[in-house]
């Protein structure tokens, strides 16, 4: 909702609740399919009006959510339990964030932003709990100087994290100040170079350089060609980014220091938009290679029993192209379609592997057609995806090494009634879910009636021909099958 706080100020409100606590287990495994959720985020933000039309605003967003999912019989009392076995999670997070243009000559703009986020989470019998706070402030100049449009910077970044895993014994506490300049030249008419490079000296690893260079060629308004190329770097917190670190069903182990990854990037992408005669049809097609350094990929399969987090002795490298097509006709229908083929692998100790889960097409598609008169949207959307490895426990794992190709395709009618919106449709027409093994023993999620030898190795038994144990990591599609939806939305808009 948006409105007035005087003449020098306007604001935007919105609120978004949602509560869905309807577990279900369609597919027999004892697991609910889909995760229950139980959420509330509220967002403000205000425009400040300034003189000389300087920028001047602030946003402030405030997120909860409780969710969990599990075996369906799972009651809060289990929380943290090893009876009965559920993934719990409470999250609070704020996050302001805004900018302020300087009352001087030059464009002098401070952005700012803060993030505090507190997460309260069992997988399992196992705890996780962990506080992020980001503060962070960059002061930019822009200043165009003849042929030469200049952009420098100096950004400030401070990270307190926590946690009560083995891997963060301390609280860390991380300074990132650095400095950046980028200089965009007009070379001659459709010609464009831009250089730019960055500095950034962080607290933990030391000094960081990433240069970056873009060619734009474009000849008339319907051809673009553009070159990237560059450097980049990330710290890696496996625990807030590897969902399967957390599960407790495999143990936890990081080899040594995890240092950051390093990147090296290019790509080449041209656009090309074709008008014809009742239609508009455009083109997007990129190719990309990028080679990693220090990359930290999950090693599923040295130990069935663990999960090994470690820097590559080596590297890794995602390779690819993708070509993306849009069509609008002169009447009320828009085609969209995309595809993507990647090569991804990783070199380490000189031999090369391909990472699980990791597909080498995928494509994505959508329709859409208006009925005007009668006020009618139709809606038609779909992606697929094709075979990835998956991390079987064992050669002996009866689980397919590899996923199939699989695809979720969407269709939606919405209907325009004045300031209402009335829809409907059906998802997941095709009806795909994962096996119904995907988690192995699902019945025993914390491995009592699995029998072990004083190696720590599983025992072949009756009840566990194939010496499995609890694994939830088995995961590479959505469990909810074909299903119907039915929803309205109103337009508000206050003075």
Known sequence: MRFNAGKKATALLGVNYYNYQHPEDKNGDGFTDVTLQHRISVFNKWRFSRKNDRIFTMAARYFYEDRWGGQTQWDRKWRGTDSVYGESIYTSRLEVIGNYQLPVREKVM???????????????????LAKQHIAFAQLTWDKQLGRHGIVAGLPFRYTFYDDNTAATSTADHTYLPGAFVQDEIALAAGHTLLLGMRYDYNSIHGNIF???????????????????????????????????????AREVVVNGRLDPEQSWNVNLNFVKKVPLNNAFLGFDATVFYTRFGNRILPDYTTDPQKIIYENLRGHAVSRGASLNMDIAFSFPLKLIAGATWSDVYQVNDAVRSRPMLTEKLSATWSASYAFRQAGLTLDYTGNLYGPMLLPRLSEEDPRPAESPVWSIQNIQLTKKLGKWEVYGGVKNLLNFTPPANSIARAHDPFDKQVQFDANGQVIATPDNPYRLTFDPSYVFAPNQGVRGFLGARYLLQGK
């Open 110 to 128: 401070l952005q700012y932003s803060l993030n505090l986020h507190d997460q309260n989470s069992v997988y399992g019998a196992t705890t996780f």
């Open 210 to 248: 990433t240069p970056r260079l873009a060619y734009k060629w474009a000849p008339d308004h319907n051809n673009i060609l553009r070159l990237n190329a560059g450097t980049g770097y990330r710290v890696v917190s496996i625990f807030t980014e590897d969902h399967a670190a957390l599960t407790g």
